[in-house]
């Protein structure tokens, strides 16, 4: 069963403005990822961050956690058309391999 | 190289045959995974090896046999699926080291139908 859960499921913003997407777990990690995939293909990780940190950025990217909340979200600014795609976050358990990915988001960007 | 590649892209089946995913990567990854992907959900992971060895099996019915014949190549041998098995299939693979936190590569997928 997923432990993660997304919100929102869909998003649809104007180029140049930001989007949010939040993502939820119920049990303890050891990172939280992101991941973008387009069109039904293969994954591209694109942010991880490990359970003692509280933010991270990468370029237009700011993922935070919340441990205490079980919750991270992930900024985009600056949004552009290419950037339409469906986002998933994935927790990875304390200990091992077992990675679950949460719903997703699907981000549409219209130019 | 950061590529992990999959063979073939698309693959069309009966109930009745047997046919094989591959998935080959050269980047030193001890990990590497199986995911099945229905439309519009998330993956699921379905087997995890690591050290060419069967470390997580999501009770995946045994019509699904995976094989990892060295530490660059994984398979996926499919017999007597069944049309609800149509999804993407995708691999990936990652160090097997905690310290590096288990990022994970993925390929582009093989989308199964069965018919």
């Known amino acids: 069963s997923q432990q993660g859960e997304e919100d929102p499921q869909a998003l649809s913003i104007q180029e140049g403005e930001n989007a949010t997407m939040n993502c939820s777990y119920k049990?303890?990690?050891?990172?939280l990822q992101w991941y973008r995939q387009n069109s039904g293909r293969g994954l591209v990780h694109l942010i991880l961050?490990?359970?003692?940190?509280r933010e991270k950025h990468s370029g237009r990217l700011r993922v935070t956690l919340d441990t205490s909340k079980k919750s991270s979200s992930l900024l985009i600014t600056a949004s552009r058309a290419a950037d339409t795609a469906s986002y998933f976050c994935?927790?990875?358990?304390?200990?091992?391999?077992?990675?679950?990915f949460g719903a997703g988001t699907r981000l549409f960007v219209k130019a | 190289d950061t590529e992990v590649t999959q063979t073939p892209k698309h693959l069309v089946m009966g109930m009745t045959n047997k046919k094989s995913l591959k998935c080959e990567q050269h980047?030193?990854?001890?990990?590497m995974y199986w995911y099945k992907q229905k439309a519009k959900k998330p993956p699921e992971l379905m087997f995890v090896?690591?050290?060419?060895?069967?470390?997580i099996n999501e009770s995946v019915p045994s019509r699904f046999s995976p094989e990892c014949p060295n530490s660059s190549l994984l398979n996926l041998h499919l017999h007597a699926l069944q049309p609800e098995d149509s999804a993407l299939y995708l691999c990936?693979?990652?160090?097997?080291?905690?310290?590096?936190?288990?990022?994970?590569?993925f390929g582009p997928g093989t989308r199964l139908t069965v018919t």
């Open positions: 961050i490990r359970s003692n940190e």
């Open positions: 994935a927790t990875v358990y304390t200990g091992g391999f077992k990675t679950i």
């Open positions: 090896y690591s050290y060419e060895k069967l470390s």
């Open positions: 049990t303890s990690i050891n990172n």
């Open positions: 990936a693979s990652s160090s097997h080291r905690p310290s590096e936190l288990y990022e994970q590569y």
């Open positions: 980047m030193g990854h001890r990990a």
